[in-house]
């Protein structure tokens, strides 16, 4: 059993948090994809701009950025904001609502351009005859176009999720005790850095190997039924 002079408890208690914060975050990254990808397609010039403008400035920017703009400037816009109409408040972000939906959006705008070109790579066809048999567009988009799309984006969006879950290490800045932060902890409490720090490396490799396992057979599994070119 992990024990590590009595510290391996914290190390998994950090490798929890950092695999649900992990989880929360890329469900916040599909949905921005999602959303980004809609105003790619949009017809409409401002969510065209707005969904290009995103992908572009998130990808530009440096996650760490980011994520100390949201959980410290973003307070502080607010209470400055509040101030001026004459109001005085205080406005404390809680670490792990702010960590997983800044990693979420900074990732979504990668989801964007893999949802995007899976979409993209639906034939014109398959809807075509959905619409051809009476579906509603709205119907053959949930029934034949969205299935298909996800179907493709899947090792796409795996990717993400690989990268993702390392970029959670960074939360550990803005005081969430995941498994980077408690490792810290550990490592100056017993002054083997090496020791803690080679623990959690493993970990996060662990976490990346049953994601491969669990994405393959996803894929797998997404692929029944599909007769395979030759």
């Given at each position: 059993?992990?024990?590590?002079?009595?510290?391996?408890?914290?190390?998994?208690?950090?490798?929890?948090?950092?695999?649900?914060?992990?989880?929360?975050?890329?469900?916040?990254?599909v949905?921005?994809?999602?959303?980004?990808?809609?105003?790619?397609?949009?017809?409409?010039?401002?969510?065209?701009?707005?969904?290009?403008t995103?992908?572009?400035?998130v990808?530009?920017?440096?996650?760490?950025?980011?994520?100390?703009?949201?959980?410290?400037?973003?307070?502080?816009?607010?209470?400055?904001?509040?101030?001026?109409?004459?109001?005085?408040?205080?406005?404390?972000?809680?670490?792990?609502?702010?960590?997983?939906?800044?990693?979420?959006?900074?990732?979504?705008?990668?989801?964007?351009?893999?949802?995007?070109?899976?979409?993209?790579?639906?034939?014109?066809?398959?809807?075509?005859?959905?619409?051809?048999?009476?579906?509603?567009?709205?119907?053959?988009?949930?029934?034949?176009?969205?299935?298909?799309?996800?179907?493709?984006?899947?090792?796409?969006?795996?990717?993400?999720?690989?990268?993702?879950?390392?970029?959670?290490a960074?939360?550990?800045?803005?005081?969430?005790?995941?498994?980077?932060?408690?490792?810290?902890?550990?490592?100056?409490?017993?002054?083997?850095?090496?020791?803690?720090?080679?623990?959690?490396?493993?970990?996060?490799?662990?976490i990346?190997?049953?994601?491969m396992?669990?994405?393959?057979?996803?894929?797998?599994?997404?692929?029944?039924?599909?007769?395979?070119?030759?």
């Amino acid at each position: 059993m992990l024990d590590l002079q009595g510290y391996g408890w914290l190390l998994l208690q950090g490798l929890q948090m950092t695999i649900l914060v992990g989880i929360c975050a890329m469900m916040m990254a599909v949905l921005f994809g999602l959303l980004g990808a809609w105003g790619k397609f949009s017809p409409s010039k401002l969510a065209n701009w707005a969904a290009n403008t995103y992908t572009t400035v998130v990808r530009g920017v440096p996650e760490l950025i980011l994520l100390l703009l949201v959980y410290y400037g973003v307070p502080k816009l607010i209470q400055d904001a509040a101030a001026a109409i004459g109001y005085e408040i205080r406005v404390d972000l809680n670490p792990f609502v702010a960590g997983f939906i800044t990693i979420g959006f900074i990732y979504g705008a990668f989801c964007t351009e893999v949802l995007r070109g899976a979409f993209l790579s639906v034939p014109r066809g398959q809807m075509e005859a959905a619409r051809a048999i009476g579906m509603s567009k709205i119907l053959a988009f949930r029934r034949v176009q969205f299935p298909l799309a996800m179907r493709m984006a899947l090792p796409g969006l795996g990717n993400v999720w690989m990268v993702l879950i390392k970029a959670t290490a960074l939360i550990s800045l803005i005081q969430l005790d995941e498994l980077l932060r408690n490792a810290k902890v550990a490592a100056q409490a017993t002054r083997e850095p090496f020791t803690f720090y080679f623990t959690a490396s493993l970990m996060f490799l662990a976490i990346t190997l049953v994601s491969m396992i669990v994405l393959k057979r996803a894929e797998r599994w997404s692929r029944k039924g599909i007769r395979e070119a030759v």
